[in-house]
């Protein structure tokens, strides 16, 4: 990788860069994880650029899958799926965020929202194809 001499990464990127990795690690705590979360989105969200970085797509990805695995009450399920639209929208070609908007509208009982999701992820990751297919077939079912 070869940069130019004038590049510079913003420094609110390097910040919420190292945020997630906190975030990610696995002794985190689920209120720390939501918390670090928190700050790096609403910090990102500010800025007209960096609210559409990689970094701020991964975030709302991490969030969403965050919130659907601790849910606690419906509002925590429509918020999971506010941020799994919004890492798809930011990072359209990311596989793995569609796969967690289809859990999370599997989640809610959105058999069509979940199906649309698996076969967005089917689009943009064909490695997964077989499996989606096989998703796509269980998903019918319900």
Same mark, same amino acid.
């Given at each position: ?10 420094? =609110?990127? #390097?910040? %919420?860069?190292?945020l997630?990795?906190?975030?990610? &690690?696995? +002794? ?5 994880? &939501? =918390? ?6 609403? +910090? ?23 919130? #659907?695995?601790?849910?606690?009450? =419906? ?5 999971? /799926?506010?941020?799994?639209? /919004? ?13 967690i /908007?289809?859990?999370?509208? &599997? ?9 649309? %999701? ?10 997964? !194809?077989?499996?989606?297919? =096989?998703?796509?077939? !269980?998903?019918?079912?319900?």
């Open positions: 990788l070869s940069l130019p001499d004038n590049f510079e990464v913003p420094s =609110k990127l #390097l910040a %919420a860069t190292d997630l990795m906190q975030a990610n &690690e696995a +002794s985190t705590s689920v209120s720390k994880k &939501e =918390k670090i979360l928190k700050s790096v989105i609403t +910090s990102l969200d500010k800025d007209d650029v960096l609210k559409e970085s990689n970094v701020n797509g991964h975030a709302h990805a991490m969030r969403a899958s965050l919130r #659907l695995d601790n849910q606690e009450q =419906k509002s925590d399920l429509d918020r999971a /799926l506010e941020d799994a639209q /919004l890492a798809c929208q930011i990072l359209p070609h990311e596989g793995k965020h569609w796969r /908007l289809a859990d999370v509208h &599997e989640a809610a009982g959105d058999a069509k929202g979940a199906m649309d %999701a698996i076969q967005q992820w089917a689009q943009v990751d064909p490695a997964f !194809r077989t499996k989606a297919q =096989k998703e796509l077939a !269980r998903l019918s079912q319900l």
